[in-house]
């Protein structure tokens, strides 16, 4: 497609339920990125994919949040068990080098409230 | 661990004044850096991206400077109207896998 594009857009999660977010970046992109973004706050670092490969999953809080890119296309991020402390905004990035020199380009968001 | 600050925190201007946003950066081995902008509920759009080894960048009424050796970046928004009202956010690229954002600016232009 000719942006990022991420679903939903907005998601109300009752505690302790299971949700899952998509991200579709732009065709042709290597690197693909997550964040989390709290309200009035910069967007925090979740992890990093290249292709398929998860390189870097240090920025997941805690072991309820998953993060997948099986065909090294669309990517899911999955988190259980949500508690209140995960509302957010999720946004999704790609990129179209694997190295650090690239251009990121962010979709619109998911922004997720759990009561 | 990089960290990345935005001064100010929010900025009033009237509409037609020149402005400067202000980042800076502690740790100067960076691959880029990169501005973007973002409108209340929306993702974020990018508006510059200065490679390590630029000194600026040029867009429209957009002019961005990196100084690498002094951790710090401007942001230069010439003639600024009221559709400039945004979130300005700076974010540099320490490694591969990361980018490290500041918490923004947030400007509002009054007409």
């Known amino acids: 497609g000719a942006g990022v594009s991420q679903s939903p857009r907005y998601k109300v999660a009752k505690r302790g339920q299971d949700v899952a977010l998509r991200c579709d970046p732009i065709?042709?992109?290597?690197?693909l990125f997550w964040y989390q973004q709290a309200l009035g706050q910069g967007p925090e670092f979740l992890t990093y994919?290249?292709?398929?490969?998860?390189?870097?999953k240090s920025g997941l809080p805690s072991d309820r949040f998953f993060a997948e890119r099986p065909e090294g296309s669309v990517s899911t991020l999955k988190i259980q068990r949500t508690q209140q402390e995960d509302s957010a905004v999720y946004l999704c990035?790609?990129?179209?080098?694997?190295?650090?020199?690239?251009?990121?380009?962010f979709g619109e968001g998911s922004r997720l409230t759990v009561l | 661990k990089q960290e990345v600050t935005q001064i100010p925190a929010a900025l009033s201007v009237p509409e037609g004044e020149n402005l400067v946003l202000n980042c800076s950066f502690t740790?100067?081995?960076?691959?880029?850096l990169q501005w973007f902008r973002q409108d209340p509920g929306k993702g974020l759009t990018s508006l510059l991206l200065?490679?390590?080894?630029?000194r600026e960048q040029t867009s429209g009424r957009l002019n961005a400077s990196l100084d690498k050796s002094s951790g710090r970046s401007t942001l230069y928004i010439a003639a600024s109207q009221p559709g400039d009202s945004a979130t300005y956010l700076c974010?540099?690229?320490?490694?591969?896998?990361?980018?490290?954002f500041g918490a923004g600016t947030r400007l509002t232009v009054k007409p």
């Open positions: 974010a540099v690229r320490p490694g591969n896998n990361d980018m490290r």
């Open positions: 740790d100067s081995a960076i691959y880029n």
């Open positions: 065709s042709g992109h290597v690197s």
């Open positions: 990035a790609s990129s179209l080098f694997s190295g650090g020199g690239g251009e990121l380009f």
């Open positions: 994919f290249q292709n398929e490969a998860q390189l870097d």
């Open positions: 200065i490679q390590s080894s630029q």
